[in-house]
């Protein structure tokens, strides 16, 4: 399983675009790259995923280059809901284990 | 509305005192995990289940049992809980390709 590097926290204010990035250099072919947000007390939830390019959904932008050692989570207009811990995962759909990093903690601020 | 439970959502308990967590889901999702979560260690799976009766060891299962008889249950067993298994616990199902999983709302077990 690749083994996914994210910075620890990260600082932003409302109405700005955060990046995220995470590295999975070790990233297998068939791996795709999946995001969760997770407030405190409560369970993970599903951001996006994506294999290669860009995938939007309504919250989020994934971008992932070329060489798929790196990915670059998007929040667009960041509120202080924003504010969370954001985990990347690399891993393949029959990969039964699932390991997930040490998350980057989100602060927003007015 | 498809959801995730699990019972108790607290739990004090005393070291030795066996205690069965229970998750259910009504997704007829065919993967189901455990993880617990502690300050400064993250997420780590405990064990997951890819399908009834199939079962298979996370990164930390010592001091765990789980079961699979059905599809849409997966408790999670301390036979001689210690406290170093206060934590907090989720659930989580997925799909047969299970890359979106959907948690629970976790379980907070205190070993005294």
């Known amino acids: ?110 | 509305e498809a959801q995730v439970t699990q019972n108790p959502r607290y739990l004090i308990t005393v070291t030795g005192k066996k205690l069965t967590v229970t998750c259910s889901q009504n997704m007829n999702h065919e993967y189901m995990s455990w993880y617990r979560q502690d300050p400064g260690l993250g997420l780590r799976q405990i064990y997951y289940s890819m399908n009834v009766e199939v079962t298979d060891k996370g990164d930390v299962p010592e001091g765990y049992k789980v079961s699979r008889k059905e599809k849409r249950n997966f408790p999670l067993i301390l036979e001689s809980p210690s406290p170093n298994q206060t934590s907090l616990y989720f659930c989580a199902t997925g799909d047969r390709f299970h890359n979106e999983q959907f948690f629970g709302p976790g379980t907070r077990l205190t070993v005294l």
């Open chain 1, 1 to 110: 399983l690749a083994k996914t590097t994210q910075p620890i926290s990260m600082d932003s204010y409302e109405g700005q675009e955060v990046n995220i990035t995470c590295s999975h250099n070790n990233i297998a072919t068939n791996d795709y790259i999946t995001w969760y947000q997770q407030f405190p007390s409560q369970g993970p939830r599903f951001i996006i995923q994506g294999y290669k390019t860009k995938v939007t959904n309504e919250v989020a932008s994934l971008f992932i280059p070329a060489d798929r050692k790196s990915s670059t989570l998007s929040l667009p207009r960041v509120s202080l809901s924003d504010t969370a811990v954001y985990y990347c995962l690399v891993g393949y759909s029959s990969a039964s284990k699932i390991i997930f990093g040490s998350g980057t903690r989100l602060s927003i601020r007015p």
